[in-house]
């Protein structure tokens, strides 16, 4: 079974650029997450898919931030236009379904640097 | 201070030595789990422990879960070079059906051969 992949594994941008992040969550997870860390920070959530819905996006931090699910399969995490504090790893997250001994299945994360 | 912090925040050790690491926490939570993440990888999920188990292990790792004082330790026995990573814990809490984690800060691990 094939792990949470995610694309692309770097991009370097300007400032003032946009960048579309991708996650594949495992095949039939219907929990899908975002997080990310900032460079020497906690690793920090941003939102919550379940299938093609927003469960909760309490974690992301502005309007620059749009992150879709269409079909509830895949996510896109766009950042536009991208400023300098957006650098760090954006980490996607799945787990079959919600519950309080669901385990988070991570991505590799992709690692953004934003100039 | 930040849900799931890591004590200590940097361990150095020889191989073949036990590591420790601790976490608290300060909400009730359903959850805890540990991760490793290896210098420029993914995290990897190690343990989970529910909020009514005291103790897991898995392989040379024991992990420990003491709820009435929200904290939890990570053990790894007899550790190995191969165990040079950094390690977080993340709780979990049920509310409204949202099952997002929360993690520490880390604890770097360098295991010296």
């Known amino acids: 079974e094939a792990g949470v992949t995610q694309f692309p594994s770097h991009s370097v941008i300007e400032k003032g650029q946009t960048v579309t992040l991708r996650c594949d969550p495992i095949s039939g997870h219907d929990n899908l997450y975002w997080y990310r860390r900032v460079m020497g920070k906690e690793i920090k959530f941003l939102l919550h898919f379940v299938k093609e819905s927003k469960q909760d996006e309490s974690g992301m931090p502005n309007n620059r931030f749009l992150a879709e699910r269409t079909g509830g399969t895949y996510s896109t995490l766009k950042v536009q236009p991208a400023e300098l504090e957006d650098s760090g790893v954006y980490f996607c997250?799945?787990?079959?379904?919600?519950?309080?001994?669901?385990?988070?299945?991570f991505g590799p994360g992709t690692r953004l640097l934003v100039l | 201070s930040q849900q799931g912090e890591e004590d200590p925040q940097a361990l150095s050790i020889q191989e073949g030595e036990n590591a420790t690491m601790n976490c608290s926490y300060k909400?009730?939570?359903?959850?805890l789990q540990w991760y490793r993440q290896n210098s420029g990888r993914g995290l990897v999920h190690l343990i989970l422990i529910r909020s009514n188990e005291r103790e897991k292990h898995s392989g040379r790792l024991r992990v420990t879960l003491d709820t009435s004082k929200k904290s939890s330790s990570l053990l790894i026995t007899a550790s190995r070079a191969a165990d040079t990573a950094s390690y977080f814990c993340a709780t979990t809490t049920l509310n409204t059906n949202a099952g997002k984690s929360t993690f520490g800060d880390g604890t770097t691990l360098t295991v010296k051969p």
């Open positions: 997250a799945s787990s079959h379904k919600t519950g309080s001994a669901e385990t988070q299945y």
């Open positions: 909400t009730s939570i359903n959850n």
